[in-house]
């Protein structure tokens, strides 16, 4: 197991952050896009957070969306690294 990965485990919230933030900026970005939008046909008028929910575009379908996209793992919601010591 990695320092760092002990250090998300065991350290404070500062020194959790200062890893997170590196970890972030010497990550590849390239395959991290995901288009959402209105799908191309007639919507019907009527109550906005219904008609979002219809296509997928309320918090809930969202969060949907970003989990099949990217996976639990990913977004820090898979397998956490064992506590040592």
Known sequence: ???EALCVANCSEEEQASYKISAIKSYDFQDL????????RFIDH??????LAS???DGAGIAASIL???GAEFLGQG???AKVG
């Open 1 to 3: 197991m990695l320092p």
């Open 33 to 40: 896009r995901l288009i959402l939008g209105l799908p191309d």
């Open 46 to 51: 009527g109550d906005a957070p219904k008609l």
């Open 55 to 57: 296509c997928g575009l």
């Open 68 to 70: 099949q996209r990217f």
């Open 79 to 81: 397998p956490r690294p």
